[in-house]
C-alpha cells in the first residue's frame, strides 16, 4: 500500500529502542479515508476465507480494524484492556507484555460475541514482537473460534513477530514491512 | 435514527445505577455498517458547519468518531487517557470524574493535532452527566480550536449532561434519547 509505505517513511519518526511514532495517521490522529482504504486492502487479502469476524485489541486496533470490518460487512469485537462495569462475567482473559508499556497488559473478551462458529481475522495496527497478536489469538483459541488470518497495518520485521507467530499457520498479511530503523531513517522492505 | 433506537430499546441491558450495557453494538463488539450510517447521520446534522476536525475520548469514542470523520471527510483526533511513550511533550491534559470507573480520568490530546485553525466537531458515544465531552470541549479551548458542535450516539437525558453543556451555545446532537431506564425498560424520549 503505496500510501501508508509513504507517510511511514515520511512522516514516521525513530523515538528509539524500537519505537515508532504515528501520531499524526494511527495513533493519536486518524485519516479515515486512509484508514478505509487500508481496510479495503486488508479485506482484500483475505477475500475468500469465510470471515465472519474481525477481532482486535483496544486501543489502537479499533480504527484499522472497523475499517476492515467496514470492507467485509462482519462485526468487529475489541478486547478490552480494563473490565468496564458493563462487561459482565464470565469473560476470557490473556495477557501479554507490552514493550512501549513496560507492563504486563491484560485482554478480556466476552464469550457472548466470540462464538466456536466464528472465523476470525485478527487485526491491528502493528505487528512487532507479535505477543499482542499472540494474547488475541489465545483468547480466539479459547472461544473454540477458528483463526483465519491475522492482519496489520504495519510490521516492524526485526522484532521478530512474524517468525513467533508462524506455528499459527495462517496467513499474515502487513501493508507497510518496515526492515530497520537507523537514527531519523525508516527502512522499508521491498 | 430509527435502527439505533431499535437496538438500544431491545438489546440494551439496564445494570442498574444508570448504567447501560450496549456492548453487542458499540462498546465492546461493533456493528461496523451501523457504525457508518451512524457517522452519516452525524455528518447530516453538522453538514455546512466546516468542521474541520473531529475529536473525541479513547476508547468507545474512536468508532462513531471515525464514522462521523469518514462522512465528512476530516482527521479524527482521540484524546489519550494514559501518555503512550510515543506521544511527545507538551501535552494538553484535563480530566473528568468517570461515573462508570469511579475514579477521575485524565484527557490528555497533543497539540501537533488540534490547532487554533480548526473548527472541532466533539463525538462520543455517549452523553451522560457530561463530564468527559465537558473535558474535551476544554481541551479545544486550550488549543485555541473553534467547537462547532458536539454530537453522540446516545443521549441519557436523565443524567443531566445537555444541561450542564448548555453554556457552550453549540448545538448538540444525539441520534438516541433514553428518558428513563427503569427495571428492564429502557424508555426513549420523543
Known sequence: MEELKRL?????QNLGNGILKVDGFINHQID???MRRA?????RR???KGVTKIFTAEISGIAPAL??????EVPVVFARKRKPVTMTEPVYVES????TKGVEVLLMASPEYLKPEDRILVVDDFLASGHTLAALVRLVEKAHATLVGIGVLIEKEFEGGREALSTLDVPIESLVTIA???DDRIILAE
Chains 1, 2 share one sequence.
Open 8 to 12: 511511514v517513511r515520511e512522516e514516521g
Open 67 to 72: 475499517a476492515a470490518g467496514l470492507a467485509l
Open 180 to 182: 530497520a530503523m537507523e
Open 39 to 43: 481496510g479495503e486492502e486488508l479485506a
Open 46 to 48: 483475505f477475500a475468500g
Open 32 to 34: 479515515p479515508l486512509l
Open 96 to 99: 501479554a507484555p507490552s514493550h
